[in-house]
T-cell receptor, first 111, second 112 residues
Framework: SQTIHQWPATLVQPVGSPLSLECTVE??????LYWYRQAAGRGLQLLFY??????ISSEVPQNLSASRPQDRQFILSSKKLLLSDSGFYLC??????????FGSGTRLTVV | AQSVTQLDSQVPVFEEAPVELRCNYS??????LFWYVQYPNQGLQLLLK??????LVKGINGFEAEFNKSQTSFHLRKPSVHISDTAEYFC??????????FGTGTRLLVSP
């Protein structure tokens, strides 16, 4: 069966510090992968998506970047966090048979 | 590009009453539609999806939705809600299983 792992569940980081959030998928190959952010009291904003290794599409210009070093691994990074980067980050994968499956999320608080 | 509108930011309802959460979409091509539920501090759980076929889609927890192409709508319904249905509900649309675009969400508040 397909599973998606996202960690850490919560993270408190000071302004200006780096960030690395990791997401891995099991039980499927060549999935489409996504990073979404949900700010407090708001909907879900698509940040990045990837249709293959090394292929990253950015939806919103910002302080974040994404990488896909392996087929089932998707990493969200920042060199210097801003207060506005706080939020709930969700990783997801998709295919035409299953639709979209989301990870359990990472609550990031930048202080 | 596709878009989704959830007109109701919050819907209060009493337990055992029926509820409808509205969702309208915009797209120039055929769409696939989804409803997700999010409980506090958790990820998204798929309630139901419309990919093709019957326009009435049944999902988990007694929810159902009807795809109406002429009205570009995909409203979510439940005939009798429970306290445990209190959560945030998101409608989403895609045209090709690449970008999934979400509405802004509707908070369902079920009172005893």
């Amino acid at each position: 069966s397909q599973t998606i792992h996202q960690w850490p569940a919560t993270l408190v980081q000071p302004v200006g510090s780096p960030l690395s959030l990791e997401c891995t998928v099991e039980g499927t190959s060549n999935p489409n992968l996504y990073w979404y952010r949900q700010a407090a009291g708001r909907g879900l904003q698509l940040l990045f998506y990837s249709v293959g290794i090394g292929q990253i599409s950015s939806e919103v210009p910002q302080n974040l970047s994404a990488s896909r070093p392996q087929d089932r691994q998707f990493i969200l990074s920042s060199k210097k966090l801003l207060l506005s980067d706080s939020g709930f980050y969700l990783c997801a994968w998709s295919d035409s048979n299953y639709g979209y499956t989301f990870g359990s999320g990472t609550r990031l608080t930048v202080v | 590009a596709q878009s989704v509108t959830q007109l109701d930011s919050q819907v209060p309802v009493f337990e055992e009453a029926p509820v409808e959460l509205r969702c309208n979409y915009s797209s120039s091509v055929s769409v696939y539609l989804f409803w997700y539920v999010q409980y506090p501090n958790q990820g998204l759980q798929l309630l139901l999806k419309y990919l093709s076929g019957s326009t009435l889609v049944k999902g988990i927890n007694g929810f159902e939705a009807e795809f109406n192409k002429s009205q570009t709508s995909f409203h979510l319904r439940k005939p009798s809600v429970h306290i445990s249905d209190t959560a945030e509900y998101f409608c989403a649309v895609t045209t090709g299983f690449q970008k999934l675009v979400f509405g802004t969400g509707t908070r369902l508040l079920v009172s005893p």
